[in-house]
């Protein structure tokens, strides 16, 4: 009987879910032999350098019984499944635990849930940061922003003028095009790589971005973050960010963006407890393994 993390990454929606199960995985591999399956080759092939033991792809979701057998057991990241297919696999693995970030989600019989919004029985209330972005480095960038890891339509280029007169770093996505920063140059003051990721995450004042993860993990190391509310994300953070008194901008709106900015600083941001270690203890007890 062996024990799996599934997480949904790809250059459509990006490494948010990705974080979540570094963040995750590396304290359950002290523990426990754990295998991380991901949606995307590249981040499979990437996983060791964010300290992965052991990871491996899979194309699609329906493809997990292939590596899976029936009995195994599966922590589950992703927004893929209808009803019948999540109902299908509760019942194909003997331990099925399931992360949530959809304030409207409901629990299903016989699994367990992790969720900042749903309470009960196998239920652990609590979002998941890394305990390092808790670490509290100088803010040498006062405002950059990070559109995000993926941008396949290339919105940031199409509208880059919002931000072209503020004056930002800009940090890069690791599913942007090859070339794409060309096209960014004369918008903002400096041009970060996604290779220091954590380094501009962590020392950024003001970061403005449409990652909810980014958002997450610059508010717990200090900084004070602005959500942009993409027209092609899901709104599952909306409430949780509004909770936490993150400041949302909706769409390309620079006025309102220029407005929030000068405000910012000096606005009450309510802190997320470090809950890694909650987290695993429950994934831990739920695998019968605590």
């Known amino acids: 009987m062996r024990t799996f993390y599934y997480v949904h ?23 426990i032999d754990i295998t991380l399956l991901c949606s995307d080759f590249r981040i499979a092939g990437e996983a060791k350098n964010y300290g992965i033991k052991r990871a491996t792809s899979v194309d699609v979701v329906r493809n997990i019984p292939q590596i899976a057998h029936h009995g195994d057991k599966i922590i589950f990241d992703s927004a893929e499944v209808n009803p019948t297919l999540l109902e299908d696999m509760i019942s194909y693995f003997s331990t099925f635990i399931r992360l949530s970030d959809d304030p409207l989600d409901v629990q299903y019989d016989k699994e367990f849930v992790i969720s900042p919004y749903l309470n009960g029985e196998r239920i652990c209330n609590d979002s998941v940061i890394a305990d390092k972005y808790y670490t509290k480095l100088p803010k040498t960038i006062p405002v950059a922003l990070f559109f995000g890891d993926d941008d396949y339509e290339k919105d940031l280029e199409i509208n880059q003028k919002m931000f072209s007169d503020l004056n930002m770093d800009l940090l890069m996505g690791y599913y942007h095009f090859l070339g794409y920063e060309k096209q960014l140059l004369s918008s903002f003051k400096m041009i970060h790589e996604c290779e220091v990721y ?37 709104r599952d953070f909306i409430p949780l960010f509004t909770a936490l008194n993150i400041p949302i901008i909706e769409g390309y709106d620079k006025d309102k963006l220029m407005k929030v900015i000068s405000n910012c600083l000096s606005n009450s941001y ?16 739920a695998l019968n393994l605590g």
């Open 198 to 234: 954590d380094e501009v995450i962590m020392g950024t004042d003001v970061l403005i971005s449409a990652s909810p993860t980014a958002v997450l993990q610059n508010l717990c190391s200090g900084g004070h973050p602005i959500f942009l509310q993409r027209p092609d994300y899901v």
């Open 270 to 285: 309510q802190n997320v407890p470090k809950s890694t270690e909650k987290v695993t203890k429950f994934i831990l007890e």
């Open 9 to 31: 990454t790809g250059h459509r929606i990006g490494l948010d879910r990705f974080h979540r199960a570094v963040a995750i995985v590396n304290e359950l591999q002290k523990t």
